[in-house]
């Protein structure tokens, strides 16, 4: 029987990066990535510390901001227009979660859209379904990069995106819509998943529900891409980290897939180093 090729996240993200540390080089100046992390969250201040690791890998200049658990909704937003209004800083990012005082929606919408290398300024998702240049969130772009790197045409293909979140599932089916798929967008209240899903020549699960896609629900041949991260424990009483996908079982139907973990992971945070330098290129005067 034949198996899928795997679409290798470390390996994709790896080239990405080769080819940011030229086009920093090119640019000449400082590239900045500023992160706001307010309160100790312990997956945000993880996330920060992998950020400024793979930062200083390409060559970017990565500065974290970090204000008390207690900082108020105005001293977040000060922060955030201090930032935006130094031209020292390319790039800027908000961890989340925001403690409950923190009025998220404002805050996001408050970041320079040239600077919102996350893409959560109203502003750059508004591009996106215009389809102007924008920056677009980083897991969405890792998605359509990892289909595009398996060389099958966007252009015509039946493609479904199970869950539909303003960060993912959204921006991959409106990404997909403007590269010409005919696109179903799916959610939890789905009641005909297994039937949808059988007639997509690309399937993405961002879903965060393990086992979710089944074997029985792939065609023959699809692309398949996981950005479900869900913590389970093993047979062995271990805990291990999983996607929603099947993996062992859809391998085998499938034409490409992406493992958990090593697929849209590494990939995203590939992403959002190119989203930065992005932002810098964007802002240079042509020499
Ligand atoms: P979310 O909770 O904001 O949204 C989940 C979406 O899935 C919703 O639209 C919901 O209706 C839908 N959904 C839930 N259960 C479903 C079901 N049984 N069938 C169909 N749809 C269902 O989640 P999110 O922030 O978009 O994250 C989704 C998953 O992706 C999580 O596991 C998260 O950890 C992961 N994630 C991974 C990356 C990465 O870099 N790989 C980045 C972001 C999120």
Redesign the pocket.
């Known amino acids: 029987m034949a198996t899928a090729t795997i679409i290798d996240g470390v390996s994709l993200a790896g080239a990405v990066k080769d080819d940011l540390v030229c086009r920093i080089a090119a640019i000449g100046g400082q590239v900045r990535l500023d992160a706001v992390l307010v309160g100790d969250d312990q997956g945000a201040v993880l996330y920060a510390k992998n950020q400024a690791k793979a930062c200083e890998k390409v060559g970017i200049a990565y500065t974290l901001h970090q204000l008390p658990s207690t900082a108020s909704h105005s001293q977040v937003e000060e922060l955030i227009l201090r930032l935006n209004n130094d031209n020292e800083v390319t790039a800027i990012m908000v961890q989340m979660p925001l403690p409950a005082t923190v009025r998220t929606d404002d805050i996001q919408s408050l970041i320079a859209p040239h600077k919102d290398v996350e893409g959560v300024n109203p502003a750059n998702i508004g591009n996106i379904v215009f389809g102007r240049r924008s920056l677009v969130p980083?897991?969405a772009l890792?998605v359509m990069e990892m289909i595009e790197s398996t060389g099958v045409e966007i252009k015509g293909a039946r493609a479904i995106c199970?869950?539909?979140?303003?960060?993912?599932?959204k921006p991959v089916a409106v990404l997909l819509m403007q590269a010409e798929a005919t696109v179903i967008s799916?959610?939890?209240?789905?009641t005909d998943?297994d039937e949808l899903t059988l007639g997509a020549d690309i399937l993405i699960s961002?879903?965060?529900?393990p086992n979710?896609i089944r074997p029985e629900m792939v065609k023959e041949g699809a692309v398949v891409i996981d950005?479900?991260?869900?913590r389970v424990v093993g047979a062995d009483g271990k805990k291990r980290t999983v996607?929603?996908v099947d993996f062992e079982g859809v391998k085998k139907i499938a034409g490409f897939i992406t493992p958990?973990p090593g697929?849209?992971?590494p990939?995203?945070?590939a992403m959002l180093l190119r989203n930065t330098v992005q932002a810098a290129e964007l802002n240079t005067p042509p020499k």
Request: charged fraction near 5%; aromatic fraction near 2%; proline fraction near 0%.
């Open positions: 980083c897991t890792a199970v869950g539909a979140s303003t960060i993912v599932g799916t959610n939890e209240y789905t998943h961002a879903a965060g529900v979710l950005v479900g991260i869900n996607g929603d958990v697929g849209v992971g990939m995203t945070v």
